[in-house]
Protein backbone atom coordinates (compact mmCIF):
# COMPACT_ATOMS: atom_id res chain seq x y z
CA UNK A 1 0.00 0.00 0.00
CA UNK A 2 0.99 3.68 -0.67
CA UNK A 3 0.23 6.49 0.97
CA UNK A 4 0.47 9.65 -0.84
CA UNK A 5 -0.54 12.91 1.27
CA UNK A 6 -0.76 16.39 -0.09
CA UNK A 7 0.02 18.79 3.09
CA UNK A 8 -2.48 21.75 3.31
CA UNK A 9 -3.34 24.01 5.87
CA UNK A 10 -6.72 22.54 7.67
CA UNK A 11 -9.72 24.36 6.44
CA UNK A 12 -11.33 26.08 9.75
CA UNK A 13 -13.28 29.14 8.99
CA UNK A 14 -14.37 31.45 11.58
CA UNK A 15 -16.19 30.34 14.28
CA UNK A 16 -16.63 26.59 13.21
CA UNK A 17 -16.15 25.31 16.45
CA UNK A 18 -15.05 21.69 15.65
CA UNK A 19 -15.78 20.32 19.47
CA UNK A 20 -19.55 20.87 18.92
CA UNK A 21 -22.21 18.09 19.14
CA UNK A 22 -22.48 17.70 15.37
CA UNK A 23 -24.88 14.16 15.03
CA UNK A 24 -23.05 11.62 13.72
CA UNK A 25 -23.92 8.18 11.98
CA UNK A 26 -22.25 5.29 12.85
CA UNK A 27 -22.47 1.58 10.52
CA UNK A 28 -21.41 -1.52 11.94
CA UNK A 29 -22.53 -5.07 11.19
CA UNK A 30 -25.93 -5.58 11.70
CA UNK A 31 -25.26 -8.51 14.30
CA UNK A 32 -22.78 -6.38 16.11
CA UNK A 33 -26.04 -4.37 17.73
CA UNK A 34 -26.25 -4.81 20.95
CA UNK A 35 -29.43 -7.34 21.51
CA UNK A 36 -32.39 -6.21 23.55
CA UNK A 37 -35.13 -8.83 24.63
CA UNK A 38 -37.68 -6.30 22.39
CA UNK A 39 -35.00 -6.67 19.01
CA UNK A 40 -35.02 -10.70 19.55
CA UNK A 41 -38.83 -11.68 19.91
CA UNK A 42 -39.39 -9.13 16.83
CA UNK A 43 -36.63 -11.09 14.82
CA UNK A 44 -38.61 -14.34 15.83
CA UNK A 45 -42.16 -13.06 15.03
CA UNK A 46 -41.16 -11.62 11.99
CA UNK A 47 -44.35 -11.55 10.25
CA UNK A 48 -44.75 -15.31 9.48
CA UNK A 49 -48.25 -14.60 7.58
CA UNK A 50 -46.78 -12.18 4.63
CA UNK A 51 -49.38 -10.74 2.59
CA UNK A 52 -51.61 -12.90 3.97
CA UNK A 53 -51.32 -11.02 7.48
CA UNK A 54 -54.67 -8.76 6.83
CA UNK A 55 -57.34 -10.95 5.65
CA UNK A 56 -55.76 -13.37 8.59
CA UNK A 57 -56.42 -10.37 11.03
CA UNK A 58 -59.91 -10.02 9.33
CA UNK A 59 -61.32 -13.59 9.62
CA UNK A 60 -60.22 -13.54 13.08
CA UNK A 61 -62.32 -9.93 14.05
CA UNK A 62 -64.97 -11.40 11.95
CA UNK A 63 -65.30 -15.14 13.34
CA UNK A 64 -64.87 -13.16 17.01
CA UNK A 65 -67.55 -10.94 16.29
CA UNK A 66 -69.86 -13.81 15.11
CA UNK A 67 -69.20 -16.05 18.20
CA UNK A 68 -69.98 -12.65 20.34
CA UNK A 69 -73.11 -11.86 18.74
CA UNK A 70 -72.39 -8.34 17.07
CA UNK A 71 -72.90 -9.98 13.38
CA UNK A 72 -75.98 -11.71 12.63
CA UNK A 73 -75.97 -15.13 11.25
CA UNK A 74 -78.62 -14.46 8.10
CA UNK A 75 -75.96 -11.05 7.55
CA UNK A 76 -72.35 -12.69 7.82
CA UNK A 77 -72.13 -16.26 9.13
CA UNK A 78 -68.85 -16.94 11.14
CA UNK A 79 -66.23 -17.89 8.87
CA UNK A 80 -65.97 -21.22 10.39
CA UNK A 81 -69.48 -21.85 9.66
CA UNK A 82 -69.09 -20.95 6.08
CA UNK A 83 -66.04 -23.72 6.13
CA UNK A 84 -68.76 -26.38 7.25
CA UNK A 85 -71.09 -24.93 4.66
CA UNK A 86 -68.29 -25.65 2.32
CA UNK A 87 -67.69 -29.01 3.25
CA UNK A 88 -71.34 -30.05 3.21
CA UNK A 89 -72.36 -28.79 -0.18
CA UNK A 90 -68.72 -31.25 -1.34
CA UNK A 91 -70.88 -34.06 0.79
CA UNK A 92 -74.34 -33.54 -1.07
CA UNK A 93 -71.99 -33.57 -4.76
CA UNK A 94 -73.78 -29.77 -4.90
CA UNK A 95 -70.27 -28.09 -4.94
CA UNK A 96 -68.56 -30.39 -6.67
CA UNK A 97 -70.11 -30.32 -10.41
CA UNK A 98 -70.81 -26.37 -9.99
CA UNK A 99 -66.84 -25.87 -9.48
CA UNK A 100 -66.41 -28.24 -12.57
CA UNK A 101 -68.89 -26.70 -14.76
CA UNK A 102 -67.50 -22.82 -13.88
CA UNK A 103 -63.90 -24.06 -13.86
CA UNK A 104 -64.52 -24.93 -17.38
CA UNK A 105 -66.50 -21.90 -18.61
CA UNK A 106 -63.19 -19.89 -17.66
CA UNK A 107 -60.50 -22.09 -18.96
CA UNK A 108 -62.72 -22.19 -22.47
CA UNK A 109 -63.31 -18.39 -22.26
CA UNK A 110 -59.31 -17.62 -21.24
CA UNK A 111 -58.19 -19.31 -24.08
CA UNK A 112 -60.33 -18.05 -26.76
CA UNK A 113 -59.85 -13.94 -25.17
CA UNK A 114 -55.66 -14.78 -24.52
CA UNK A 115 -55.20 -16.14 -27.85
CA UNK A 116 -57.42 -13.45 -29.61
CA UNK A 117 -55.75 -10.53 -27.10
CA UNK A 118 -52.14 -12.12 -27.72
CA UNK A 119 -52.38 -12.69 -31.27
CA UNK A 120 -53.41 -8.90 -32.14
CA UNK A 121 -51.45 -7.11 -29.31
CA UNK A 122 -48.58 -8.33 -31.34
CA UNK A 123 -49.23 -8.10 -34.50
CA UNK A 124 -50.47 -4.26 -33.50
CA UNK A 125 -47.18 -4.13 -31.77
CA UNK A 126 -44.96 -5.03 -34.45
CA UNK A 127 -47.08 -3.67 -37.63
CA UNK A 128 -48.09 -0.45 -38.33
CA UNK A 129 -50.84 -1.87 -40.02
CA UNK A 130 -51.68 -4.18 -37.64
CA UNK A 131 -52.03 -0.83 -35.06
CA UNK A 132 -54.40 0.51 -37.74
CA UNK A 133 -56.68 -2.30 -37.91
CA UNK A 134 -57.04 -3.54 -34.37
CA UNK A 135 -56.32 -0.40 -32.28
CA UNK A 136 -59.16 1.98 -33.33
CA UNK A 137 -61.66 -1.06 -32.11
CA UNK A 138 -59.95 -2.28 -28.61
CA UNK A 139 -59.45 1.00 -27.84
CA UNK A 140 -63.51 1.78 -27.88
CA UNK A 141 -64.07 -2.03 -26.79
CA UNK A 142 -62.27 -1.31 -23.61
CA UNK A 143 -64.49 1.77 -22.63
CA UNK A 144 -67.57 -0.13 -23.43
CA UNK A 145 -68.19 -1.85 -19.36
CA UNK A 146 -68.36 -5.58 -19.27
CA UNK A 147 -71.58 -5.77 -17.33
CA UNK A 148 -73.25 -3.94 -20.17
CA UNK A 149 -72.32 -5.89 -23.03
CA UNK A 150 -74.08 -9.00 -21.57
CA UNK A 151 -77.81 -8.17 -22.07
CA UNK A 152 -76.65 -7.24 -25.35
CA UNK A 153 -74.74 -10.82 -25.65
CA UNK A 154 -78.61 -12.61 -24.33
CA UNK A 155 -80.21 -11.54 -26.94
CA UNK A 156 -77.43 -12.23 -29.40
CA UNK A 157 -76.20 -15.58 -28.93
CA UNK A 158 -79.07 -16.58 -26.35
CA UNK A 159 -78.64 -17.65 -22.40
CA UNK A 160 -76.42 -21.17 -23.02
CA UNK A 161 -72.79 -21.73 -22.49
CA UNK A 162 -71.55 -19.47 -26.06
CA UNK A 163 -72.47 -16.25 -24.13
CA UNK A 164 -70.72 -16.82 -20.66
CA UNK A 165 -67.68 -18.07 -22.71
CA UNK A 166 -67.19 -15.07 -24.90
CA UNK A 167 -68.09 -12.54 -21.97
CA UNK A 168 -64.80 -14.48 -20.12
CA UNK A 169 -63.17 -14.16 -23.16
CA UNK A 170 -64.23 -10.30 -24.10
CA UNK A 171 -62.90 -9.59 -20.72
CA UNK A 172 -59.71 -11.32 -21.13
CA UNK A 173 -58.65 -10.32 -24.45
CA UNK A 174 -59.15 -6.10 -23.95
CA UNK A 175 -56.36 -5.87 -21.62
CA UNK A 176 -54.32 -8.53 -22.83
CA UNK A 177 -54.34 -6.51 -26.29
CA UNK A 178 -53.83 -3.32 -24.57
CA UNK A 179 -51.16 -3.72 -22.69
CA UNK A 180 -49.23 -5.92 -25.20
CA UNK A 181 -49.33 -3.29 -27.44
CA UNK A 182 -48.27 -0.56 -25.34
CA UNK A 183 -45.27 -3.23 -23.96
CA UNK A 184 -43.95 -3.76 -27.01
CA UNK A 185 -43.95 -0.57 -28.57
CA UNK A 186 -42.41 0.71 -25.24
CA UNK A 187 -39.59 -1.22 -25.77
CA UNK A 188 -36.46 1.43 -25.84
CA UNK A 189 -35.97 2.66 -29.16
CA UNK A 190 -32.24 3.03 -28.37
CA UNK A 191 -32.20 -1.22 -27.85
CA UNK A 192 -33.82 -1.59 -31.33
CA UNK A 193 -31.22 0.49 -33.00
CA UNK A 194 -28.26 -0.79 -31.59
CA UNK A 195 -29.38 -4.48 -32.70
CA UNK A 196 -30.10 -3.23 -36.13
CA UNK A 197 -26.62 -1.83 -36.13
CA UNK A 198 -25.50 -4.81 -35.58
CA UNK A 199 -26.47 -6.14 -38.61
CA UNK A 200 -29.28 -8.53 -37.02
CA UNK A 201 -32.32 -9.41 -39.06
CA UNK A 202 -35.89 -8.96 -38.22
CA UNK A 203 -36.49 -12.46 -36.81
CA UNK A 204 -33.59 -11.93 -34.40
CA UNK A 205 -34.87 -8.51 -33.55
CA UNK A 206 -38.51 -9.72 -32.93
CA UNK A 207 -37.33 -12.69 -31.19
CA UNK A 208 -33.96 -11.51 -28.98
CA UNK A 209 -35.17 -7.87 -28.45
CA UNK A 210 -38.83 -7.08 -28.76
CA UNK A 211 -40.65 -10.33 -27.28
CA UNK A 212 -38.55 -10.59 -24.38
CA UNK A 213 -38.67 -6.55 -23.60
CA UNK A 214 -42.11 -6.64 -23.73
CA UNK A 215 -42.72 -9.76 -21.15
CA UNK A 216 -43.31 -7.27 -18.13
CA UNK A 217 -45.82 -5.45 -19.73
CA UNK A 218 -47.40 -9.18 -20.82
CA UNK A 219 -47.09 -10.20 -17.38
CA UNK A 220 -49.42 -7.06 -16.36
CA UNK A 221 -51.72 -7.73 -19.24
CA UNK A 222 -52.27 -11.52 -17.71
CA UNK A 223 -52.82 -10.51 -14.44
CA UNK A 224 -55.84 -8.14 -15.81
CA UNK A 225 -57.13 -10.68 -18.09
CA UNK A 226 -57.47 -13.40 -15.55
CA UNK A 227 -58.77 -10.85 -13.37
CA UNK A 228 -60.98 -9.38 -15.48
CA UNK A 229 -62.56 -13.30 -16.85
CA UNK A 230 -63.30 -14.08 -13.07
CA UNK A 231 -65.85 -11.22 -13.28
CA UNK A 232 -66.66 -11.87 -16.49
CA UNK A 233 -67.52 -15.54 -15.10
CA UNK A 234 -69.61 -14.30 -11.82
CA UNK A 235 -71.43 -11.92 -14.39
CA UNK A 236 -72.35 -14.57 -16.82
CA UNK A 237 -73.29 -16.83 -13.91
CA UNK A 238 -75.12 -14.49 -12.06
CA UNK A 239 -77.73 -13.77 -14.43
CA UNK A 240 -78.92 -16.60 -16.18
CA UNK A 241 -77.46 -20.26 -15.16
CA UNK A 242 -78.65 -23.78 -14.08
CA UNK A 243 -75.38 -25.19 -13.23
CA UNK A 244 -71.98 -23.52 -12.08
CA UNK A 245 -70.55 -21.39 -8.61
CA UNK A 246 -73.23 -17.99 -9.90
CA UNK A 247 -76.37 -20.67 -9.96
CA UNK A 248 -75.17 -21.71 -6.40
CA UNK A 249 -74.93 -18.09 -5.28
CA UNK A 250 -78.16 -17.22 -6.81
CA UNK A 251 -80.14 -20.58 -5.27
CA UNK A 252 -78.53 -19.14 -1.75
CA UNK A 253 -80.16 -15.80 -2.20
CA UNK A 254 -83.30 -17.30 -3.52
CA UNK A 255 -83.37 -19.28 -0.05
CA UNK A 256 -82.04 -16.92 2.11
CA UNK A 257 -78.84 -19.30 2.58
CA UNK A 258 -76.51 -16.80 3.62
CA UNK A 259 -73.71 -19.73 3.74
CA UNK A 260 -74.30 -20.38 0.74
CA UNK A 261 -73.73 -17.25 -1.14
CA UNK A 262 -70.70 -16.43 1.20
CA UNK A 263 -69.37 -20.39 0.17
CA UNK A 264 -69.62 -19.28 -4.10
CA UNK A 265 -68.18 -15.60 -3.02
CA UNK A 266 -65.11 -17.41 -0.91
CA UNK A 267 -64.58 -19.96 -4.30
CA UNK A 268 -63.74 -17.23 -6.18
CA UNK A 269 -61.75 -15.28 -3.86
CA UNK A 270 -59.79 -18.06 -3.89
CA UNK A 271 -59.36 -18.18 -7.77
CA UNK A 272 -58.73 -14.58 -7.69
CA UNK A 273 -56.04 -15.71 -5.70
CA UNK A 274 -54.69 -18.35 -7.28
CA UNK A 275 -54.24 -16.77 -10.65
CA UNK A 276 -52.09 -13.92 -9.05
CA UNK A 277 -50.10 -16.61 -7.46
CA UNK A 278 -49.80 -17.98 -11.00
CA UNK A 279 -48.65 -14.85 -12.30
CA UNK A 280 -46.07 -14.13 -9.54
CA UNK A 281 -44.34 -17.50 -10.46
CA UNK A 282 -44.12 -16.80 -13.80
CA UNK A 283 -42.32 -13.32 -13.26
CA UNK A 284 -39.99 -15.31 -10.78
CA UNK A 285 -38.97 -17.28 -13.89
CA UNK A 286 -39.55 -15.32 -17.05
CA UNK A 287 -37.85 -11.99 -15.42
CA UNK A 288 -35.07 -13.32 -14.01
CA UNK A 289 -32.40 -10.60 -15.25
CA UNK A 290 -34.27 -8.06 -13.41
CA UNK A 291 -33.21 -7.30 -9.99
CA UNK A 292 -36.71 -7.01 -7.81
CA UNK A 293 -37.26 -4.13 -5.68
CA UNK A 294 -37.46 -5.92 -2.34
CA UNK A 295 -39.19 -3.53 0.78
CA UNK A 296 -37.05 -3.73 4.20
CA UNK B 1 -27.03 3.09 -52.25
CA UNK B 2 -26.57 2.15 -56.00
CA UNK B 3 -23.56 -0.43 -56.34
CA UNK B 4 -21.82 1.64 -59.40
CA UNK B 5 -21.15 4.55 -56.63
CA UNK B 6 -19.97 2.30 -54.48
CA UNK B 7 -17.13 0.84 -56.59
CA UNK B 8 -16.19 4.55 -58.64
CA UNK B 9 -15.73 5.81 -55.08
CA UNK B 10 -14.22 2.80 -53.63
CA UNK B 11 -10.17 4.76 -52.55
CA UNK B 12 -8.86 1.56 -50.47
CA UNK B 13 -10.30 3.77 -47.72
CA UNK B 14 -12.06 2.77 -44.18
CA UNK B 15 -14.82 5.84 -44.91
CA UNK B 16 -15.09 9.15 -47.15
CA UNK B 17 -17.20 11.43 -46.24
CA UNK B 18 -17.20 13.94 -49.22
CA UNK B 19 -18.98 17.49 -48.71
CA UNK B 20 -21.37 16.46 -46.44
CA UNK B 21 -24.63 18.66 -45.43
CA UNK B 22 -27.09 18.30 -42.49
CA UNK B 23 -29.44 20.18 -41.52
CA UNK B 24 -31.70 20.56 -38.02
CA UNK B 25 -34.43 22.86 -39.02
CA UNK B 26 -32.43 26.00 -40.20
CA UNK B 27 -28.93 25.26 -38.19
CA UNK B 28 -26.70 24.05 -40.51
CA UNK B 29 -24.85 21.30 -37.92
CA UNK B 30 -22.48 19.98 -41.06
CA UNK B 31 -21.46 22.39 -43.88
CA UNK B 32 -19.36 20.64 -46.70
CA UNK B 33 -17.10 18.53 -44.16
CA UNK B 34 -14.88 16.23 -45.94
CA UNK B 35 -13.14 13.19 -44.36
CA UNK B 36 -11.49 10.45 -45.00
CA UNK B 37 -10.62 7.28 -42.91
CA UNK B 38 -7.42 5.22 -44.01
CA UNK B 39 -7.46 1.69 -43.61
CA UNK B 40 -6.73 0.54 -39.86
CA UNK B 41 -6.18 4.30 -39.21
CA UNK B 42 -7.70 5.24 -35.87
CA UNK B 43 -8.70 9.05 -36.11
CA UNK B 44 -10.07 10.41 -33.27
CA UNK B 45 -12.57 13.23 -33.81
CA UNK B 46 -12.49 16.01 -31.11
CA UNK B 47 -14.86 18.68 -30.55
CA UNK B 48 -16.65 20.88 -27.88
CA UNK B 49 -20.51 19.24 -26.92
CA UNK B 50 -23.29 20.36 -29.55
CA UNK B 51 -20.63 20.76 -32.79
CA UNK B 52 -21.77 17.98 -34.69
CA UNK B 53 -19.46 14.76 -33.50
CA UNK B 54 -22.51 12.61 -32.84
CA UNK B 55 -24.62 13.81 -36.24
CA UNK B 56 -21.40 12.78 -38.27
CA UNK B 57 -21.25 9.72 -36.63
CA UNK B 58 -24.45 8.77 -36.73
CA UNK B 59 -23.95 9.75 -40.70
CA UNK B 60 -21.25 7.10 -41.23
CA UNK B 61 -23.11 4.40 -38.53
CA UNK B 62 -26.45 4.86 -41.74
CA UNK B 63 -28.58 5.68 -38.88
CA UNK B 64 -29.19 8.98 -40.26
CA UNK B 65 -28.88 10.33 -44.00
CA UNK B 66 -27.58 13.24 -44.96
CA UNK B 67 -28.92 16.50 -46.31
CA UNK B 68 -26.35 16.77 -49.18
CA UNK B 69 -23.23 15.28 -50.00
CA UNK B 70 -21.83 11.63 -49.67
CA UNK B 71 -21.21 9.31 -46.88
CA UNK B 72 -18.97 5.87 -48.08
CA UNK B 73 -18.40 3.65 -45.63
CA UNK B 74 -17.69 -0.35 -45.22
CA UNK B 75 -20.90 -2.40 -45.19
CA UNK B 76 -19.22 -4.36 -41.84
CA UNK B 77 -19.06 -1.96 -39.73
CA UNK B 78 -20.08 -1.27 -35.90
CA UNK B 79 -20.59 0.88 -33.68
CA UNK B 80 -20.06 1.43 -29.68
CA UNK B 81 -22.20 3.91 -28.03
CA UNK B 82 -22.13 6.17 -25.47
CA UNK B 83 -24.75 4.29 -23.17
CA UNK B 84 -23.59 0.41 -23.13
CA UNK B 85 -26.76 -0.28 -24.25
CA UNK B 86 -26.94 -4.16 -24.10
CA UNK B 87 -29.93 -5.93 -23.62
CA UNK B 88 -30.86 -6.42 -19.77
CA UNK B 89 -33.05 -9.75 -20.61
CA UNK B 90 -29.90 -11.39 -22.13
CA UNK B 91 -27.17 -12.59 -20.89
CA UNK B 92 -23.63 -11.11 -21.52
CA UNK B 93 -22.94 -13.97 -24.55
CA UNK B 94 -26.36 -13.52 -25.98
CA UNK B 95 -25.86 -9.78 -26.57
CA UNK B 96 -22.39 -10.46 -27.96
CA UNK B 97 -23.51 -12.74 -30.32
CA UNK B 98 -26.83 -10.59 -31.24
CA UNK B 99 -26.09 -9.67 -34.78
CA UNK B 100 -24.15 -13.38 -35.13
CA UNK B 101 -25.48 -15.89 -37.25
CA UNK B 102 -24.09 -19.63 -37.67
CA UNK B 103 -23.39 -22.49 -35.37
CA UNK B 104 -19.52 -21.01 -34.41
CA UNK B 105 -21.27 -17.89 -33.10
CA UNK B 106 -20.85 -19.25 -29.65
CA UNK B 107 -17.10 -19.88 -29.61
CA UNK B 108 -16.40 -16.35 -31.35
CA UNK B 109 -18.66 -14.92 -28.91
CA UNK B 110 -16.84 -16.66 -26.16
CA UNK B 111 -13.28 -15.73 -27.84
CA UNK B 112 -14.07 -12.20 -27.96
CA UNK B 113 -15.29 -12.10 -24.42
CA UNK B 114 -12.05 -13.60 -23.49
CA UNK B 115 -9.85 -10.97 -25.66
CA UNK B 116 -11.80 -7.92 -23.61
CA UNK B 117 -11.19 -9.82 -20.31
CA UNK B 118 -14.63 -11.11 -19.52
CA UNK B 119 -13.62 -14.95 -19.71
CA UNK B 120 -15.96 -16.66 -17.25
CA UNK B 121 -18.57 -13.89 -17.24
CA UNK B 122 -20.59 -15.10 -20.13
CA UNK B 123 -23.96 -16.16 -18.48
CA UNK B 124 -24.33 -13.03 -16.10
CA UNK B 125 -27.15 -10.73 -16.73
CA UNK B 126 -26.09 -6.83 -18.53
CA UNK B 127 -27.45 -5.56 -14.49
CA UNK B 128 -25.12 -7.20 -12.62
CA UNK B 129 -21.80 -5.51 -14.17
CA UNK B 130 -20.23 -2.85 -13.53
CA UNK B 131 -20.09 0.17 -15.71
CA UNK B 132 -16.29 -0.70 -17.35
CA UNK B 133 -17.31 -4.35 -17.61
CA UNK B 134 -20.26 -3.12 -19.56
CA UNK B 135 -18.43 -0.91 -21.77
CA UNK B 136 -16.10 -4.30 -22.79
CA UNK B 137 -19.00 -5.96 -23.63
CA UNK B 138 -20.23 -3.68 -25.68
CA UNK B 139 -17.05 -3.97 -27.15
CA UNK B 140 -17.01 -7.37 -27.76
CA UNK B 141 -20.33 -6.81 -29.82
CA UNK B 142 -18.80 -4.57 -31.71
CA UNK B 143 -15.62 -6.40 -32.93
CA UNK B 144 -17.15 -10.09 -32.64
CA UNK B 145 -18.64 -9.43 -36.60
CA UNK B 146 -15.00 -8.88 -37.43
CA UNK B 147 -16.18 -5.27 -38.85
CA UNK B 148 -13.68 -2.76 -41.49
CA UNK B 149 -14.51 0.01 -39.38
CA UNK B 150 -15.72 0.62 -35.93
CA UNK B 151 -17.16 3.93 -34.92
CA UNK B 152 -16.86 4.76 -30.72
CA UNK B 153 -19.62 7.36 -30.02
CA UNK B 154 -17.82 8.56 -26.67
CA UNK B 155 -17.32 5.13 -24.90
CA UNK B 156 -15.76 5.76 -22.09
CA UNK B 157 -17.39 8.85 -21.10
CA UNK B 158 -19.20 7.66 -18.86
CA UNK B 159 -16.33 5.75 -16.96
CA UNK B 160 -14.32 6.89 -14.03
CA UNK B 161 -10.48 7.87 -14.54
CA UNK B 162 -9.25 4.72 -13.74
CA UNK B 163 -11.29 2.47 -15.60
CA UNK B 164 -10.65 4.98 -18.81
CA UNK B 165 -7.03 4.24 -18.28
CA UNK B 166 -7.50 0.41 -18.46
CA UNK B 167 -10.10 0.72 -21.97
CA UNK B 168 -7.15 2.66 -23.95
CA UNK B 169 -4.55 -0.38 -22.98
CA UNK B 170 -7.62 -2.37 -24.11
CA UNK B 171 -8.15 -0.51 -27.11
CA UNK B 172 -4.66 -0.45 -27.92
CA UNK B 173 -4.48 -4.17 -27.40
CA UNK B 174 -7.39 -5.11 -29.71
CA UNK B 175 -6.24 -3.04 -32.57
CA UNK B 176 -3.23 -5.20 -32.85
CA UNK B 177 -5.66 -7.97 -32.62
CA UNK B 178 -8.66 -6.46 -35.60
CA UNK B 179 -7.59 -4.84 -38.23
CA UNK B 180 -10.16 -2.03 -38.61
CA UNK B 181 -10.09 1.43 -39.29
CA UNK B 182 -11.69 3.72 -36.33
CA UNK B 183 -13.33 6.76 -35.33
CA UNK B 184 -13.46 8.01 -31.81
CA UNK B 185 -15.55 10.55 -31.12
CA UNK B 186 -14.33 12.42 -27.58
CA UNK B 187 -14.21 15.63 -25.90
CA UNK B 188 -11.43 14.80 -24.06
CA UNK B 189 -7.97 16.12 -24.83
CA UNK B 190 -6.04 13.52 -23.22
CA UNK B 191 -7.76 10.24 -24.28
CA UNK B 192 -7.16 11.48 -27.91
CA UNK B 193 -3.46 11.65 -27.80
CA UNK B 194 -3.12 8.80 -26.22
CA UNK B 195 -4.82 6.86 -28.97
CA UNK B 196 -5.15 8.60 -31.90
CA UNK B 197 -3.12 8.30 -35.29
CA UNK B 198 -5.11 11.43 -36.30
CA UNK B 199 -6.58 13.92 -34.29
CA UNK B 200 -9.07 15.84 -36.00
CA UNK B 201 -10.51 18.84 -34.65
CA UNK B 202 -14.32 20.20 -35.49
CA UNK B 203 -15.28 23.69 -35.85
CA UNK B 204 -18.39 25.18 -37.39
CA UNK B 205 -19.15 22.16 -38.50
CA UNK B 206 -16.98 21.28 -40.59
CA UNK B 207 -12.79 19.73 -39.80
CA UNK B 208 -11.00 23.03 -38.50
CA UNK B 209 -7.64 21.26 -38.25
CA UNK B 210 -5.74 17.25 -38.50
CA UNK B 211 -2.55 16.35 -36.66
CA UNK B 212 -1.14 12.87 -37.69
CA UNK B 213 0.49 11.66 -34.07
CA UNK B 214 4.17 10.24 -34.64
CA UNK B 215 4.64 9.49 -31.04
CA UNK B 216 5.81 6.08 -29.16
CA UNK B 217 3.72 4.41 -26.31
CA UNK B 218 6.06 6.65 -23.66
CA UNK B 219 5.73 9.97 -25.55
CA UNK B 220 2.26 9.90 -25.78
CA UNK B 221 2.83 9.35 -21.55
CA UNK B 222 4.83 12.69 -20.96
CA UNK B 223 6.52 14.21 -23.56
CA UNK B 224 7.41 17.57 -24.46
CA UNK B 225 5.81 16.80 -28.09
CA UNK B 226 2.96 15.80 -26.14
CA UNK B 227 2.46 18.80 -24.32
CA UNK B 228 2.95 20.57 -27.39
CA UNK B 229 0.51 18.73 -28.84
CA UNK B 230 -1.96 19.27 -26.34
CA UNK B 231 -1.97 22.78 -26.16
CA UNK B 232 -1.94 22.99 -29.39
CA UNK B 233 -5.01 20.88 -29.04
CA UNK B 234 -6.86 23.00 -26.55
CA UNK B 235 -6.06 26.29 -28.75
CA UNK B 236 -7.72 24.63 -31.74
CA UNK B 237 -10.90 24.01 -29.48
CA UNK B 238 -10.57 27.51 -28.46
CA UNK B 239 -10.06 26.82 -24.84
CA UNK B 240 -6.33 28.00 -25.06
CA UNK B 241 -6.30 30.72 -22.19
CA UNK B 242 -8.36 28.42 -19.81
CA UNK B 243 -5.00 26.65 -19.56
Request: charged share 20%.
Amino acid sequence: MTEVRLEAPALVGPGTDRTSTRERHVFVPRDARPRTPFSTLRERLRWPLGIYTTPVAVLIAWEILSVAGVLAKTYAPAPTSIVKSTVDLWQQGVLGPDLAISLQRAAIGLAIGLTAGIVTGVLGGLLRSGEYLFNGVVQVLNTIPLLAVLPLMIVWFGIDELTKVLLISFGAGVPMYLNLFAAIRGVDQRLIEMTRTTGAGTWRLVTWVLVPGALPGFLVGLRFSLAYSILGLVAAETVNADKGLGFLITQGQTYLQTNQVFVGLVIYSLLGLLADQFVRVLERVLLRWRPSFEAA
Amino acid sequence: MSAPVATRHRRQAGAVVDKVVRRFGDRVVLDHLDLTIADEELVVLLGPSGCGKSTLLRLLAGLDRPDGGLVEVPAKRAIVFQADRLLPWQRVLRNVTLGLRGPDAQKRGREVLAEVGLSGREGAWPKELSGGEAQRVSLARALVSEPELVLLDEPFAALDAITRLRMHDLVRALRSKHHAAMLLVTHDVDEAIALADRVVVMRDGRIGASHHLRLSAAEREASVAREELRSTLLEDLGLAHQH
